[in-house]
């Protein structure tokens, strides 16, 4: 059975860089697509610290509880003012006319409900290193607010 991470957990991972402390050195980028079909970066996240959620289409729910709780606690906090959550939807292989617009108006009708941003990697990038994510299944993350992966599950 898959395993979620408590939003709680999760926030407690920032307390360290919201003070300063520094993380690793490596810093991750990766092109990805709006839900409009134009291209972005992860980078343009980089500023702050970040919650990275990848999802197959499969795993959507399985993350519900823990994307219900990180709003709850944003919006109890206002800590969108200090942390970013970014969902990236792993439509690798839907690349094709007509999935791709299907696939992009649904992401599109998320975006709008959850009011955060999904960002699409329809070329599998996302699994390639320095990534490594499993094209199968939900990852979360936390990213420094340089960009540099600072956990994963």
Do not use: C
Request: glycine letters at 6%; aromatic letters at 8%; zero cysteines.
């Amino acid at each position: 059975m898959k395993k979620t991470i408590s939003a709680l957990a999760l926030l407690g991972l920032f307390l360290p860089f919201l003070a300063g402390a520094t993380g690793p050195a490596k810093v991750l980028n990766a092109k990805v697509t709006r839900s409009t079909g134009e291209d972005a970066q992860l980078s343009w996240y980089w500023g702050k610290p970040v919650i990275l959620v990848y999802e197959d289409p499969s795993s959507v729910k399985l993350n519900q509880a823990a994307k219900d709780e990180l709003k709850r606690l944003s919006e109890l906090y206002n800590l969108r003012k200090v942390v970013d959550v970014v969902a990236v939807a792993n439509l690798e292989g839907l690349d094709w006319w007509p999935a791709k617009p299907i696939a992009l108006s649904l992401v599109r009708a998320e975006e709008t409900k959850g009011q955060l941003p999904v960002l699409v990697d329809m070329t599998g990038e996302l699994r390639r290193a320095p990534w490594n994510l499993n094209p199968k299944s939900s990852t979360m993350m936390v990213v420094s607010p340089r960009g540099e992966l600072l956990f994963k599950h």
